[in-house]
């Protein structure tokens, strides 16, 4: 074969070699974000199931086996977390139900879920409405502390809506099973006060006395031992935070 003959098989070697890398550079990210965006639902396997099954029973919507097969009860497990947050109580963990879930990889991006309702997950809060339900937790929990009592248990359960150990919506923290005793036992709907709707607007607002808490607690009450193995920060009122 000539010189010219091999130079010429080389050129057409790389010029393959470069379409190839390029194509697989396109279309990488594209599988990527196609299996990042998978829908899930009854019938689904694998280890996207067994994720959401994991984040379900840590907040305490899912008391099956977590296996990565998406059953009856990952099926009525998905629709109690929709329908506390005010999504399409479908059973069917799309683009929406997945950002409440904090299965989008960790990034923040904004969303649309049910009823129009605009937010940024983790870590979602809205406004006014928002306002309202972490005011009347504040007045469930803390109606007999001082205003800055009001203003840490409002800080606390923001900070909880901050941190991947939680739902990551205002009222999927506020409605997790059993974590407020006023939201469980009702106390939590009495009338408002103007206190408490200042405190939660401040606690929007990003202010909190309690330096990152995301626990608090009466030590004048029962309790669960496990409470006393966290990491106490300040006491404010009658009231213990920790983190």
């Keep these: ?59 305490g919507y899912y008391h099956g086996f977590v296996d990565g097969s998406y059953g009856s009860a990952t099926y009525q497990a998905v629709r109690d977390f929709q329908r506390k947050n005010g999504l399409r109580a ?14 989008g990889g960790g990034q ?5 879920g049910g009823a129009d309702r605009k937010y940024v997950a983790p870590g979602f809060v809205e406004t006014s409405r928002d306002i309202q339900l972490l005011a009347r937790v504040i007045e469930g929990e803390a109606a007999n502390e001082p205003y800055y009592g009001k203003l840490a248990v409002g800080a606390v359960i923001l900070n909880r809506v901050k941190s991947s150990a939680f739902p990551n919506t205002l009222s999927g ?17 009495r009338p408002l006060t103007n206190e408490s709707l200042r405190a939660a607007s401040q606690a929007m607002a990003g202010m909190d006395p309690t330096g990152g808490a995301t626990f608090f607690w009466n030590p004048s009450k029962r309790v669960s031992p496990w409470i006393w193995t966290r990491n106490i920060i300040t006491s404010i009122g009658r009231h213990i935070f920790a983190r």
């Design 1 to 59: 074969m000539s010189t010219c003959g091999i130079v010429k098989k080389i050129k057409v070697a790389m010029l393959s070699t470069i379409i190839i890398i390029s194509a697989a550079l396109i279309l990488l990210p594209s599988s990527a974000a196609q299996a990042q965006d998978k829908t899930l639902y009854w019938g689904s396997r694998g280890s996207e199931v067994t994720a959401l099954q994991q984040k379900l029973k840590q907040w």
């Design 90 to 103: 479908d059973g069917i963990v799309g683009a929406n139900t997945r950002a409440a879930l904090g299965m």
């Design 108 to 112: 923040n991006k904004t969303v649309t």
């Design 173 to 189: 923290v506020v409605y997790q099973p059993h974590a407020f005793e006023s939201v469980t036992n009702g106390q939590y709907a």
